[in-house]
């Protein structure tokens, strides 16, 4: 079956390091993979797109890698700062699933200060 | 840009009452929206596409005569919950895109806490 897998356990570390999300999926061919930003009681908000003949992709202190041979994202977050802690979600798009986005669970981040 | 709203960010209602759910696109239209469903730690599930002028297109599973979607503009696109019942209590979550292009972000309203008692 499809499965995008997120690490569901929240990642905790301090202020000024590195985060680094992951996101995992299965029975998938992706035409481009997308990282949000959710915080609580709202709608996620749209952070990094990736297509599938990319491998890095930076916007600020973020940074987005795709191995399609791994089948595996990783999202960066540098110089880590309190208010970068949300629920962090990745989502997959095929150009054959037309407009549809699946997204993993997310995981939540938490910078200590 | 590309401001999605939606109202009412919370409603309670009894069970076996209907509630409409408003997702609006401020400043660009939407051709197509969809509606996703969330429970606490999970993830955003796909529940339809709306699409402006036709009928919703409905993932397995989803009750099309439970929720009723309709898309009558551009802009506008409602979701109904019909005959309410206590897990039907979720968090509810619009989204469009402000390009055609099939990659190109989703803009989320800001969810709809729906709580039937």
């Known amino acids: 079956s499809q499965k995008i897998e997120q690490n569901s356990e929240a990642l905790n570390i301090q202020e000024g390091k590195t985060a680094t999300l992951t996101c995992n999926y299965t029975?998938?061919?992706?035409?481009?993979l997308q990282w949000y930003r959710q915080d609580p009681g709202r709608g996620p908000v749209f952070l990094l797109l990736?297509?599938?003949?990319?491998k890095e992709k930076r916007k600020e202190r973020l940074k987005v890698t795709f191995d399609t041979t791994l089948k595996q994202s990783l999202f960066h977050i540098t110089a880590s700062q309190p208010a970068d802690s949300a629920t962090y979600l990745c989502?997959?798009?095929?150009?054959?699933?037309?407009?549809?986005?699946?997204f993993g669970s997310g995981t939540r981040l938490l910078v200590r200060p | 840009g590309a401001v999605v709203s939606q109202h009412p960010s919370r409603v309670i209602c009894k069970s076996g009452t209907s509630v409409k759910i408003e997702c609006r696109s401020l400043?660009?239209?939407?051709?197509?929206m969809f509606w996703y469903r969330q429970f606490p730690k999970q993830s955003l599930m796909l529940m339809a596409t709306s699409n402006e002028g036709s009928k919703a297109t409905y993932e397995q599973g989803v009750e099309k005569d439970k929720f009723l979607i309709n898309h009558a503009s551009l802009t506008l696109s409602t979701l109904t919950v019909t005959s309410a019942h206590p897990e039907d209590s979720s968090f509810y979550i619009c989204?469009?895109?402000?390009?055609?292009?099939?990659?190109?972000?989703?803009?989320f309203g800001n969810g709809t806490r729906l709580t039937v008692t």
């Open positions: 029975n998938y061919s992706p035409a481009y």
């Open positions: 990736i297509r599938e003949n990319e």
């Open positions: 989204s469009a895109r402000a390009s055609g292009t099939y990659n190109s972000p989703l803009h």
């Open positions: 989502a997959l798009g095929s150009v054959d699933s037309s407009y549809k986005l699946i």
């Open positions: 400043d660009f239209q939407a051709t197509t």
